[in-house]
């Protein structure tokens, strides 16, 4: 099954329970197909968990839920090796990281300590417990929810974390209509999604989407862009080299959903805001403004110039 017919499967299951969502439903499948991780941001009762609920049960694999709370130890999340008094030996007992997709649900409301409990998992798809490596079955995937408004009893993600997820997502408010059609079908009781694609399927379509064609000069045109926000005068500190890399990766998802095998700008561009503005780090007045680091990626964006043999793509 090709990257398109996935995509198609997963996003048309998804939008029977979650009304309204088209981008945010949109940005997830791709970064499922990429390999990568997304942060759902928006205020309580928005629909993230619902969101991340049906993004998983739309795959034929493992799913489990983690909500993150202040009490919470790094081992909560990895495992433990505990002494088995039968066999007189330690044995180590998987904690809920272990499956395919994962809800870390509230993750802001975890101390940093356990936070970074997540960094080996999210980026080198393993757990290291006692000095012994334990591999995560693939496809992997977390889905983290944060409220944006509660300032008490928080603990805002670091840099390092925020720099693993592919792609942070606003839910932002929905339309009359959407509000109206959401109570309809969720007037007796909430949709039961059924399972439209395989795990084995999900692994060959990310297999494919590195073979997506990217020119040179559109890699050029990449790292252009991530080097014009190090030295935006809003920026304290700008993209990094995962970012960049990040960014043609989904770019190649983009065009692989799209039915092409290359990429153009219009992927990049699609791309770049959800990819790049969650890892700028903002100068005093900008962090203020809630919607600083998109204008950024946005102005860089307009102000780059697009590879000549592709204007006309």
Known sequence: MTPK???????TNIKTAVIGRAESIHLSAIALLAKGHILLEDVPGSGKTLLAKSLAASVNCDFKRIQFTPDMLPSDITGINYFNMKTSEFEFMQGPIFANIILADEINRATPKTQAGLLECMEERQVTIDTVTHRLAPPFMVIATQNPI???GVFPLPEAQLDRFTFKIPMQYITHEDMVQVLKTHQIESPTLQPVVTAEEILTA???IPQIFVHPDMMGYIATLTEATRTHEGVILGVS?????????????????NDRDHVIPDDVKQAAVPALAHRLILR???RLKKTAAEEIITEILNTTTVPTEFLQS
């Open 150 to 152: 509660d300032t008490q």
């Open 241 to 257: 080299a995962r970012g960049a890399l990040v960014l043609m990766r989904t770019a190649q998802t983009i065009a692989a959903i």
């Open 284 to 286: 005093g007045s900008e």
């Open 206 to 208: 990310q297999a494919q």
């Open 5 to 11: 017919a996935i995509y198609e499967k997963i996003t």
